[in-house]
């Protein structure tokens, strides 16, 4: 069958490209194996962010006291937790559908795996799809990793873990990263014991040191054992739980054990090599800044690519392909050239855009680093909210912002001030002139440039 447009996965990409591309007029089809949505809403964001929501709620009533507000015992409903989260993530599909209902008898939407099954050709189901341009958005899954006895165990995964609806005794969490840090937290927020193990010697050790620590403390005082810079040498079924050996020959007996050491592309079976797609090492396609794949017509978006894997950089990416396709090379943005911020949703979250101190010392590029304890900030004070800490780095010649990184409450929230700050060209300057409202947290960065000599008040 002829299409102008073919889309192969229904990610964060993949839904508005379908959607745009029908509603112009163009004969699309959207190609979808799973549930339509893709990691983020089913999987992903939406699920864990839900989930997140309800450990908070048990932490907070948990320590409503230190506010002088007395509780009762906090009882903690997982199976009611999982309805609600799979509600929210109903609504979303709902949401979907609606959205490509909307966009007409230009689409049409294939439930099914789809295949190269040769140069411009994708096979679905048995039958042929052919079009000038397709767009490949399948995305990641949960790595398995290489570890001996694995497969004798029952381990759990990052989608799997949110069907459970009972509270695990002792989850063993394998991978420091952001996934590791936000189930390992929610975890023992739920009420069970937690211990994360990480090959690294901090967790998200993609950080600088000091966030990494700051985020450390909050979870060893919450009660999550660390376990850094240590191999897992194997696994093994002990009793009805499961036992982790370490290189350091120490074991750590779990009752359920997660496994949250990275993500692999969607790639094994797609046909790469049948419709002339080039893949790295990884198996994730290459593509330039233009997401054009070795295949002329081709293009892949999303984390299939091997960037950085979010939702937010799986949109944009939506929005910049439509633009080159639709506007010609040279006059749209490209992948190249963008700024992604991201955010871990612990608490305190961690969130940074630009770079970091240890990004800058890497690529001995010259900073003042203006840096504050979260706990300095009023507001968490009031808040009780005082973990975490805010680094800034400004170029000493433009003053311009070169990155950010605040670990703290609402960091998510407070990181897009420099968001806007580094999109827009602005030096911190127009921070430190500001008037800032009194009290919020967002005060803070204010009070961290104020720190610097250069606009010191003091
Ligand atoms: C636990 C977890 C939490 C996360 N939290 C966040 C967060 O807070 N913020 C954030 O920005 N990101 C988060 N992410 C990452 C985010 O979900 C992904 O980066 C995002 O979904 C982008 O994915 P995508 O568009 O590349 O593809 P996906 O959303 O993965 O979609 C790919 C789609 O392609 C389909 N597919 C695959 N192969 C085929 C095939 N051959 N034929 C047909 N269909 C196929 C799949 O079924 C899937 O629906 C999280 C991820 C996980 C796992």
Redesign the pocket.
């Known amino acids: 069958m002829q299409y102008d447009v073919i889309v ?7 839904v508005p490209l379908a959607a745009r591309y029908a509603n112009q007029g163009r004969k699309t089809v959207l ?15 939406t ?3 839900t989930m997140v929501a309800s450990a908070r709620a048990a932490h907070v009533a948990r320590n409503a006291a230190r506010l002088g507000v007395r509780a009762g015992e906090v009882h903690v409903d997982l199976a009611a937790i999982v309805n609600r989260k799979n509600a929210i993530v109903n609504q979303w599909r709902e949401g979907i559908v609606k959205r490509l209902t909307r966009a007409g008898d230009g689409l049409d939407v294939v439930q ?4 190269f099954s040769g140069p411009g050709e994708i096979a ?1 189901n048995g039958k042929r799809y052919s079009a000038p341009t397709i767009v490949v ?6 790595s398995d990793p290489n570890i001996q006895g694995l497969d004798s165990v029952a381990w759990l995964d ?2 799997s873990i ?1 069907e459970l609806t009972e509270i695990p005794e002792h989850l063993v969490v394998l991978g420091g990263g ?2 590791g840090c ?2 390992g937290q929610m975890f023992r927020r739920f009420g069970s014991k937690v211990t994360i193990v990480n090959r690294g010697p901090h967790i998200l050790d993609r950080e600088d040191e000091d966030v990494s620590e700051a985020l450390e403390e909050v979870f060893r005082t919450e009660g999550i054992a660390l376990r850094t810079e240590v191999e897992v040498v194997s696994v093994a079924r002990s009793g009805p739980g499961v036992r982790v050996t370490l290189a350091d020959d120490s074991t750590i007996d779990g009752s359920h054990l997660l496994v949250a050491v990275g ?1 692999s592309p ?1 790639t094994e ?2 046909g790469c090599e049948e419709g002339g797609i080039a893949l790295d090492k990884r198996g994730f396609i290459r593509v330039d800044e233009r997401y054009r794949t070795s295949a002329e017509g081709v293009y892949a ?4 690519t091997g960037g950085p ?7 944009d ?1 939506h929005r910049i392909l439509y633009d080159l396709l639709e506007c010609g090379n040279g006059k749209t943005r490209t992948a190249r050239d963008r700024l992604v911020p ?4 612990t608490d305190p979250q961690v969130a940074r855009v630009g770079l970091s101190e240890r990004d800058a010392r890497k690529q001995g590029i010259a900073y003042e680093l203006a840096s504050m304890p979260f706990a300095h900030i009023a507001r968490a004070i009031e808040l009780d909210e005082t973990a975490g800490i805010v680094k800034i780095l400004i170029d000493p010649k433009s003053e311009k912002i070169l990155g950010a990184t605040i670990a703290g409450l609402e960091a998510g929230e407070l990181i897009h001030v420099f968001v806007a700050m580094i999109q827009a060209g602005a030096t911190a300057r127009a921070i430190v002139d500001a008037e800032a409202v009194h009290p919020t947290l967002a005060e803070g960065l204010q009070s961290t440039l104020l720190k610097l000599e250069r606009y010191s008040v003091t």
């Open positions: 192969v996965g229904s990610g964060q990409a993949g190609i979808e194996r799973d549930q339509l949505g893709g990691t983020c809403v089913n999987r992903g964001c699920p864990t962010k099914g795996h789809g295949r679905v958005n399948v995305g990641a899954r949960p990052s989608t949110m952001y996934i936000e189930f993500r969607n079976n797609l978006v999303g984390d299939v894997q979010f939702t937010h950089t799986s949109w990416d991201y955010a871990v949703f």
